[in-house]
């Protein structure tokens, strides 16, 4: 008999205060509830707030008294869920800890808002957060159960980099978990790939879920920070600097920075050599070579696939400048060239027979052939870096630019994604699975890491403090 539920995953960002966030979750677990989800998971740290940008006033060796202020708004966000800083566990999961005279509960009051948003929505919710406990954060997540149509689960979680921890994972799949859920922060593109990877491995369905926030969604304490911090005590990061390049009578090269106050600006008349505006008195008079006459040839960078980069001289003139030979082709490409290139200028396309990193195949001496791909046809114009456009700078200075861009999604027991990646929705972000857990009983026909595919004839792994296995 098919053992199918609704999954959900939120896609939400904290608010400016506890209240408003628990006011939005009971928001988006009704709309949940709604479309016929039974259980839902919420980013990491939902509760609390996840402080990106925020540097806390720390560098090696150092703190300051602004940051100390930055965690105290940090610590005040925190939830109090009533528990001890040890941990009471079954203790505190059945209410017997001892409460305060003239107080209804332990805490601040969001567990009872929680159990009773599971409860009028009837809906199982998994909520990422901040938890205070004693003086100490804990970065955790709370599971608020009600019953789910009788589908037998085994649930667990792993919280944002924990996913990374090879015997972490392996403990959870040899307890049978078919319902792995990895609230996280982590919004780079490797991290589908790895919940495709633990889905495959532990043949369970996994449910992943991100914020996605605009800098200017920030809490004001970071924003604040962000522009009053003095840029000598945290200096701007600049791009690279100019510098030109000489040549010695045997042939080697010398790069100089070009001071900061005199960037020149080369140009090129009939076919002579670029100049440069450098004053004399920016370089040492004792024993130096004559200042920089050109500014630094442009070049570009192909990568292989063994992700090795080599640098090539972009051929303004074929009879004047020539690339390294390469001796052996064999060795150099052992496997089939698979190259992507990286511009380093956005000079105009030459021909054909020079290394343009939008050609398809560009030529170097020895009749050798270094594979660009690309998508162009060398008829057509490409564009220049500097012209495509780039989400995460675009609206800088309004706060409109993504300092998180999400990346939500729900994975099968194979590996396949069923919902998502939510990429760059910041609110009403929700996705949803029906999915049958007897797939991942099918799954094991081929994979059982945590059985039989384990090798426990082998291998021993020994855990303290995980059995989530329930009774039978």
């Known amino acids: 008999m098919p053992q199918c539920l609704t999954v959900a995953v939120s896609q939400s960002y904290t608010l400016s205060t506890t209240s408003a966030t628990l006011s939005a979750l009971t928001s988006t677990t009704q709309q949940a509830a709604h479309r016929g989800a039974h259980l839902l998971l919420f980013p990491e740290t939902y509760l609390g707030g996840y402080p990106r940008t925020c540097t806390f006033g720390s560098s090696v060796g150092s703190r ?60 199982f919710l998994v909520v990422g957060l901040v938890e205070r406990a004693g003086g100490s954060l804990y970065c955790a997540v709370v599971a608020v159960t009600t019953t789910i149509e009788g589908v037998k689960l085994t649930l667990a979680s792993a919280i944002c980099w924990e996913n ?75 791009l690279r ?23 020149p600006e080369s140009t090129e008349t009939n076919g002579s050599e670029p100049s440069s505006n450098v004053d004399q008195d920016d370089y040492p008079s004792s024993d130096t070579p004559t200042p920089p006459k050109r500014p630094r040839r442009a070049s570009i960078i192909t990568k292989t696939e063994d992700n090795h980069e080599i640098t090539w001289p972009s051929l303004e003139n074929k009879s004047q400048h020539s690339l390294p030979p390469i001796q052996n082709s064999k060795d150099v490409f052992s496997s089939p060239p698979l190259l992507t290139s990286i511009p380093i200028d956005d000079k105009e396309d030459g021909d054909l027979n020079s290394p343009s990193p939008f050609h398809p195949v560009a030529k170097i001496p020895s009749n050798h052939l270094i594979a660009l791909p690309s998508s162009l046809s060398p008829s057509q114009s490409a564009p220049k870096p500097s012209s495509i456009p780039s989400t995460t700078q ?29 990429w760059e929705v910041e609110t009403g972000g929700l996705l949803f699975a029906t999915v049958d857990f007897e797939d991942c009983e099918r799954g094991r026909l081929d994979m059982d890491l945590g059985g039989s595919s384990g090798r426990g004839d082998v291998f021993e792994l020994r855990v303290r403090g995980l059995d989530i296995s329930p009774p039978p």
Not at 185 to 204: F, K, V
Not at 212 to 221: E, F, S, T
Not at 242 to 259: G, I, Q, R, Y
Not at 399 to 417: D, Y
Request: charged content about 25%.
């Open 394 to 422: 675009a609206g800088s200075s309004s706060g409109e630019e993504f300092v998180c861009r999400g990346g939500s999604c729900i994975i099968s027991p194979t590996g396949a994604v069923l919902a998502g990646p939510l």
């Open 64 to 123: 300051s008294d602004n940051g100390r202020e930055q965690f105290l708004h940090h610590f005040h966000d925190a939830v109090d869920l009533g528990d001890t800083p040890a941990g009471a566990g079954d203790e505190w999961v059945q209410r017997r800890l001892e409460v305060a005279k003239r107080s209804d509960f332990r805490g601040d009051g969001t567990r009872e808002i929680l159990e009773r948003v599971a409860r009028e929505t009837g809906v």
């Open 241 to 263: 600097r100019a510098s030109t390049v000489t040549k010695t009578e045997d042939n080697h090269e010398t790069t100089w920075p070009l001071p900061e106050f005199s960037v």
């Open 164 to 238: 990374y921890m090879p015997l972490l994972r392996f403990s959870l799949y040899s307890q049978n978990v078919n319902l792995y859920l990895a609230p996280t922060a982590d919004a780079r593109d490797t991290w589908l790939p790895l919940m495709q990877t633990i889905a495959c491995e532990g043949r369970a369905f996994v449910l992943s879920a991100n914020q996605c926030v605009r800098r200017k969604n920030l809490p004001a304490w970071i924003i604040e920070d962000n522009e009053s911090r003095d840029p000598t005590e945290f200096p701007e990061r600049r």
